[in-house]
């Protein structure tokens, strides 16, 4: 895939986003981050993960106990075992991977349903699979919105994907959303990049009553577990059982 244009343009992508990951304020969203994903990693830490992050890997120094890195170019790889295809034809077997992590690929590529089915296809029954995105209804992006031109972009993203939108992807698939966390609080009428201690106020009391107005959610998916198959009680016996009942009935009957 490396010489392919498809493979071109998502390495275009992927550079332009990163003069937003390399600023103050992606920095401060990646922290956020790390900090909401730390407690899953180190729960899903005993078999293989992916990551498919558009930022800055995301799992270095936790307990993952190997991951594997997905780059679009063998020029952008990190690692001699990273995983170089397309991410809607990931080359790897059903069912193989402890997590997935998708860090905000779903807003670049236009065949992102594709693609989250396509990790949800490796991702184990006992695994999880958990997705980054720019929340379309977070203050800064509203603030953008309506007043543009003033605090600048908060990445190359094209498309922001609601929660509610990737729940019936994930759906399609026999996935379930067990939990949304949002990160990323700030307001760039109030906070500024200049007032970092701003920043951390909001940050803690959004994460910690989880306003669904973050620049970021964390999404975790789980397969859907099969109901165990239950007996059903037949009210109603056999003509043996029956008999033998009613023998024993009447054998006490009248021994009585």
């Known amino acids: 895939m ?18 937003f990951w390399t600023s103050s304020a992606g920095k401060a969203l990646n922290d956020a981050q790390r900090a909401c994903l730390g407690p899953v990693a180190e729960e899903h830490s005993r078999g293989h993960c992916l990551e498919m992050s558009m930022s800055p890997a995301l799992l270095d120094g936790s307990a993952a106990s190997h991951t594997i890195e997905w780059v679009p170019t063998r020029d952008q790889a990190q690692r001699p075992t990273s995983l170089i295809c397309p991410p809607s ?25 594709q693609t989250l089915h396509e990790a949800a296809r490796v991702t184990a029954d006992h695994g999880i699979l958990i997705i980054f995105g720019f929340n379309p209804l977070s203050v800064h992006h509203l603030t953008r919105r309506f007043v ?5 972009k908060s990445g190359s993203h094209t498309q922001r994907h609601p ?92 021994a009585a």
């Open 148 to 152: 543009p031109g003033r605090w600048g």
């Open 2 to 19: 490396s010489n392919s244009p498809t493979a071109d343009a998502l390495k275009e992508r992927l550079v332009r986003s990163q003069r």
């Open 89 to 113: 034809e990931l080359a790897l077997p059903d069912a193989c991977l402890e997590m997935t992590i998708i860090h905000h690929w779903l807003e670049h590529l236009p065949n992102a349903e």
């Open 163 to 254: 929660v509610s939108r990737l729940t019936e992807w994930l759906a399609f698939v026999d996935f379930t959303v067990e939990r949304v966390d949002y990160c990323g609080f700030h307001c760039p009428l109030f906070c500024s990049t200049k007032k970092p201690r701003c920043r951390e106020v909001l940050e803690a009391w959004g994460r910690r009553l989880n306003v669904p107005v973050g620049e970021s959610y964390v999404l975790q998916a789980q397969r859907k577990q099969p109901q165990s198959p239950s007996q059903r009680v037949k009210f109603g016996a056999t003509p043996s059982t029956a008999s033998h009942s009613l023998g024993l009935a009447r054998g006490n009957s009248s």
